[in-house]
């Protein structure tokens, strides 16, 4: 019995993928739920599960092709369990007592006739052969020297180091092959990597790679963002010391109970709900005609991946502890990173926070993340001279910025979220922990 591999339902709006890649081939047994293939949307990476026992029979679509929902990707024949029995039915027909052992004067001579292999050719050095997409049109001129110019057996790297730095190969002591001249020679003789860059070298003067779906739909929807939306962005500063202060006194005890760091999102995650609560249409939407205002906080955070940008959500945040909260931060953030986001955890966002401190970022202007309304940009923490009653101080300052939608958002509560969030970020313990750190961070 045949088995279909389907694409299955990848969630709201999801109609189609990309297949990345196949993880086993024709002919390949695979178990019940073990990966089959990996698919590529534009929100996640997933795993499609092999629905039953069985070994891989065919494989209708490749690598990098677009299929629908529902679109049968090959199939399976079911008798996995079956081929497992027979595999282990396969025994040798020849007992164990039957076997007898060779006699020594046998074993002797086998041992004498065996001699060692003699190889014909030395193995060429692994750089010698690599492929590479550049070719020269025209050879390095000889020098009648078999050892230092063998220009008919350079790769293709070395040819190009060589005729765009004009290097004499004379006066280079190869060190493969009957003196070939490597890569890494020319490496050294140059003591750094060779210029023009390896990346030319590899590559040459221009690449050309298509775009993922990923990076496809963060273009698309950046685009759309300030297409449809009246965007504006207001800056404020926030005097980190009390936060700053704060972690380093609690941090020890917040690690020994719950095995994660205290870090700075929590407190902005915190400050920003407080902030919602005040200014509704800060965490509202346009619904056509309509303004839908959400009396619920699930706050959306940018993580950086090698893929792109994603934003998974964190639900109810305003119903998380600091340790839920960062807890949940990790998790979130490693299943982006490792590529294990379900279409869930990017669903359902009301506001996010995007923090581009962490890349050294002193200022930027966020971009809407659609249909929000709002954007919070956490920028990097800088020791600046600031005047506290009267006299200067120095203070680690960090740049907020808020982009927001002005068709709903007036600049008088953009202006006021922002305050709010400065002074409950400069005021924690008044705001976020109602004057009780321990009982707020329950250590």
Known sequence: MNEKIVVPALGESVTEATIAKWLKNVGDIVEVDEPIVELETDKVNLEVPSPVSGKIEDIKHKDGEVVEVGAVLGSIQSNGKE????????????????????????????????????????????????????????????????????????SPSVRKIVAENKIDLKSIQGSGKDGQVLKGDLINLMSKSPKPSERKIKFGQEERIKMSRLRQTIAKRLKQAQENAALLTTFNEVDMSNVIKMRKDYQDDFVKKYGVKLGFMSFFVKASIEALKLFPAVNAEIDGEEIVYKNYYNISFAVGTDKGLVVPVLKNADEMSFAQIENEIKTISEKARDGKLTIEDLQGGTFTISNGGVYGSMLSTPILNLPQSGVLGMHNIVDRPVVVDGGIKVRPVMYLALSYDHRIIDGKESVSFLVAVKEAIENPVDILMENDIKKALEI
Do not use: A, C, W
């Open 83 to 154: 081929t497992i029995q027979e595999i282990k039915k396969v025994e040798p027909d020849v007992k164990i007592e039957d076997v007898k052992e060779p006699e020594k004067k046998e074993v002797e001579k086998t041992v004498e006739e065996v001699k060692p292999l003699e190889l014909k050719e030395e193995i060429e050095d692994e750089t010698s052969s690599e492929e590479e997409p550049l070719v020269l049109t025209e050879e390095i001129p000889s020098n009648g020297s078999r050892k230092n110019n063998l220009s008919n057996t350079l």
